[in-house]
């Protein structure tokens, strides 16, 4: 492994918000030396996620110098201070900083260590969605064995993570899809990941399953598309319920009916995994849950999205394609760094 | 006085929701005799609230045979086992239970007392909407002298109670109100109860009241209209902040950015002050509330609504007034029953 003197870097940067395929350009740095308390990372791989490209192209109240919100490390150079770590380790940064590079200096207490037996694109995915999903079916209402929860976007990289926890924890899922073209094949895919009932946008506005008690009225709903999509979450609520919003992929506002917030009690929260990540009180709930993640995601209990490796070189491949539709809701595009690091 | 025994009482009733002139009618009935712990009141005033007219109109998920959300009335008879009451004095009644009668006959524990030296308007008038905004203003977020609230419809019966409680308690509140002929007498009017800032609808829009630093961006908004109205409420909020919901005058959704909820952690909620008083662990913050504004509404801190007592028999004047968009923004109508009492 090179010690890295005399070698540089590179990464993804952007100086002004606009088409990712435009504006985000490649270049190099020197590989920067680790400070007291820092370790220098190399990146093994970075997912190219719809947030990152929405941060790109301006859509979010957000601007960074390089992209990427998640991604897997491996430890390659430890500051003097560092007491926790080894050279080798595999890490995942607790914060925003920036993946799309070959590599970064990083203070060790925003670090974490993930176990190598963890799969790459399992460890690269692991900071933003099994995070948000976790936290929206523990901390906004009480869901215990039984009860259910209803979610649109279910074929999302997030609504398979909710469909897979919940089936883990005996939570039935109400599962909302748009329709499509062999739309009973995406609903057979989801079942078979443990969701409960799956319906389409049409579907969800007429079902008896709640009227005729097959299942509890859910006390909790996940939001990721918003305008009348949302409204039919809010609409099955039972009374003092919450909808839980972490997107907007229909990019129209959530319409909420005023009768809903006064005579149901229903309540309306956002979920921003930074934010949270951020909270010196989240610290201990921190912990308890990468436990909990790493132990389902090594079981096979949570699988990793469905996934293409591109190498970094060919990262205008993963932009592009994430930009597509299918991207937003098939695949996820993965930045793989090995090529990179092989010529080292 | 009447002991009651040979007399008839008489209500307003519907049977199917719809216009409330067509559907309204009055009926007698014999006068109730007081359980145990049950006293009989003779109602003295009772409010026709726009909530009133929108029950009856089967706007609100909620049908009930004599309307009437709020009133005064006076002990006229005490049931055996009542200790805490006399006869001739002032009660409200903590729960929905159909004010618009001559009689009606309730358990001496869902009964307030309140001092006759409150005005009749000014009993008839507490049980509603001053609660409703007392607690908007203490449950949903702390808000602290020099702090700012934001509210629209500002001159509706709730805004003007906000805007003297805010002042009362050194509290700036930002105004947002519809524009329309002489908007600059009902400014003046506001301010001089006490508002900070009044806005029309489009003024708010540009205002820098906020950016400058004149004012301290709002953790709170208090929403009685909806659409893109209660939209302009929640871009003023600060990170945190929430948009309590009481009712929805635009009968528009309202429509909430994504961004709102992921990025700046703002939340919805509504408030609906009759499940509030159902609820047992409010009952001790319910008497310190009570005692806090008739305290107020004795020192003239808060002013009743400005009203028009009507006499009960003409209760279809009440109902057009309100019924009127003047009603419904302007004076309240309230029903006098003392024509009524005094044929007894």
């Given at each position: 492994m090179s010690n890295g003197s005399a070698l540089t870097a590179s990464r993804l940067v952007y100086s002004e918000p606009g088409d990712p395929i435009n504006v985000i350009r490649k270049e190099t740095f020197p590989l920067p030396e680790p400070g007291d308390q820092e370790v220098l990372l190399e990146m093994l791989a970075a997912p190219v996620n719809p947030v990152d490209v929405n941060i790109v192209q301006g859509k979010y109240p957000m601007q960074v110098e390089c992209p990427g919100y998640e991604g897997v490390a491996r430890v390659m150079k430890l500051g003097p201070g560092v007491r926790s770590l080894k050279v080798g380790d595999h890490v995942i940064a607790l914060r925003y900083v920036g993946t799309w590079r070959t590599h970064l200096a990083l203070p060790e207490q925003v670090l974490l260590q993930v176990p190598k037996e963890l799969g790459i694109a399992e460890a690269?995915?692991?900071?933003?969605?099994?995070?948000?999903?976790?936290?929206?079916?523990?901390?906004?209402?009480?869901?215990?064995?039984?009860?259910?929860?209803?979610?649109?976007?279910?074929?999302?990289?997030?609504?398979?993570?909710?469909?897979?926890?919940?089936?883990?924890?005996?939570?039935?899922?109400?599962?909302?899809?748009?329709?499509?073209?062999?739309?009973?094949?995406?609903?057979?895919?989801?079942?078979?990941?443990?969701?409960?009932?799956?319906?389409?946008?049409?579907?969800?506005?007429?079902?008896?399953?709640?009227?005729?008690?097959?299942?509890?009225?859910?006390?909790l709903g996940l939001n990721c598309v918003g305008g009348k999509n949302a409204a039919q979450l809010i609409r099955?609520?039972?009374?003092?319920?919450?909808?839980?919003?972490?997107?907007?992929?229909?990019?129209?506002?959530?319409?909420?009916?005023?009768?809903?917030?006064?005579?149901?009690?229903?309540?309306?929260?956002?979920?921003?995994?930074?934010?949270?990540?951020?909270?010196?009180?989240?610290?201990?709930?921190?912990?308890?849950?990468?436990?909990?993640?790493?132990?389902?995601?090594?079981?096979?209990?949570?699988?990793a999205p469905p996934h293409v490796m591109v190498n970094f070189e060919r990262y205008e491949e993963a932009l592009k394609n994430t930009l597509s539709k299918d991207g937003m809701v098939g695949k996820k595009y993965i930045l793989d760094f090995s090529v990179v690091r092989s010529k080292f």
């Amino acid at each position: 492994m090179s010690n890295g003197s005399a070698l540089t870097a590179s990464r993804l940067v952007y100086s002004e918000p606009g088409d990712p395929i435009n504006v985000i350009r490649k270049e190099t740095f020197p590989l920067p030396e680790p400070g007291d308390q820092e370790v220098l990372l190399e990146m093994l791989a970075a997912p190219v996620n719809p947030v990152d490209v929405n941060i790109v192209q301006g859509k979010y109240p957000m601007q960074v110098e390089c992209p990427g919100y998640e991604g897997v490390a491996r430890v390659m150079k430890l500051g003097p201070g560092v007491r926790s770590l080894k050279v080798g380790d595999h890490v995942i940064a607790l914060r925003y900083v920036g993946t799309w590079r070959t590599h970064l200096a990083l203070p060790e207490q925003v670090l974490l260590q993930v176990p190598k037996e963890l799969g790459i694109a399992e460890a690269a995915t692991l900071t933003c969605n099994p995070p948000t999903v976790y936290r929206m079916l523990k901390d906004y209402v009480e869901v215990k064995p039984g009860d259910t929860v209803i979610q649109n976007g279910a074929n999302s990289a997030c609504g398979v993570l909710a469909i897979q926890m919940c089936r883990q924890w005996g939570i039935n899922t109400v599962n909302v899809i748009r329709d499509r073209p062999n739309v009973e094949e995406l609903k057979t895919f989801l079942k078979n990941l443990g969701a409960t009932y799956v319906f389409t946008e049409e579907e969800i506005k007429t079902t008896d399953v709640f009227k005729t008690g097959r299942l509890e009225k859910p006390m909790l709903g996940l939001n990721c598309v918003g305008g009348k999509n949302a409204a039919q979450l809010i609409r099955h609520l039972d009374f003092g319920g919450v909808l839980v919003t972490y997107g907007g992929m229909s990019m129209e506002p959530i319409y909420v009916p005023t009768s809903a917030l006064i005579f149901r009690d229903i309540r309306l929260e956002g979920i921003n995994i930074n934010n949270w990540f951020d909270q010196e009180k989240n610290f201990a709930d921190r912990a308890k849950m990468f436990k909990d993640l790493i132990s389902m995601l090594k079981n096979g209990q949570l699988k990793a999205p469905p996934h293409v490796m591109v190498n970094f070189e060919r990262y205008e491949e993963a932009l592009k394609n994430t930009l597509s539709k299918d991207g937003m809701v098939g695949k996820k595009y993965i930045l793989d760094f090995s090529v990179v690091r092989s010529k080292f």
